[in-house]
């Protein structure tokens, strides 16, 4: 019993790293066959452990969100409002442009993708993003919101996909957006 247990961890652990080259080579739509023929299991044992994309993709981007919300959580309490979300929005769209697949299930929670096909890290970006916004709000443009901010943030990185430095363009976008979310006040 004690093996098997040691097997099914080996088994996620190897379709975990296998999985994250596939979706940062192929993005959010690499295929579960290629990944389990890669990882050299058959495509239950893919199953079992990620019963849905959703699952995939939430495993191969987990330690990058937690870490973006952390973030978020850490500048709400330390730092001035608007510099605090304009430091989170921009490691939020440097990430968001250079982890391959990341933008695009972003956008498929944002768009509503098909059943079971998207990844709802989108929810844990609001929680960790909501008090940014609120802190800020008085530098804000009236009535932006956190899923406004990450829209905009997702279909930037959407934007870089591709181009030859994507976390810088995505900061460059990010730049002369800014100016129409939160123009500075003299």
């Not at 596939?22 to 050299?40: F, K, P, W, Y």
């Not at 829209?151 to 730049?175: D, N």
């Amino acid at each position: 019993m004690t093996a098997q247990r040691a097997d099914a961890r080996r088994n996620y652990a190897l379709l975990l790293a296998v999985a994250s080259e596939a979706v940062a080579t192929h993005g959010a739509d690499a295929s579960l066959e290629q990944i389990a023929r890669t990882a050299g299991v058959g495509s239950g044992t893919v199953r079992r452990h990620f019963p849905t994309r959703h699952a995939l993709l939430a495993a191969v981007f987990h330690d990058r969100i937690e870490a973006l919300c952390d973030r978020a959580r850490e500048r709400a309490e330390h730092a001035p409002p608007r510099e605090a979300l304009l430091e989170w929005l921009g490691l939020f769209a440097a990430e968001a442009a250079t982890i391959g697949g990341l933008a695009t299930a972003l956008n498929r929670d944002r768009t509503g993708g098909a059943p079971g096909d998207v990844y709802c890290a989108t929810d844990q970006l609001i929680s960790a993003g909501e008090p940014l916004v609120r802190r800020a709000a008085d530098q804000l443009t009236p009535g932006a919101t956190i899923t406004d901010l990450l829209a905009l943030v997702t279909g930037i990185a959407l934007a870089t996909e591709g181009h030859a430095a994507p976390a810088a363009e995505a900061e460059r976008l990010l730049a002369l957006a800014v100016q129409g979310i939160s123009p500075q006040r003299r």
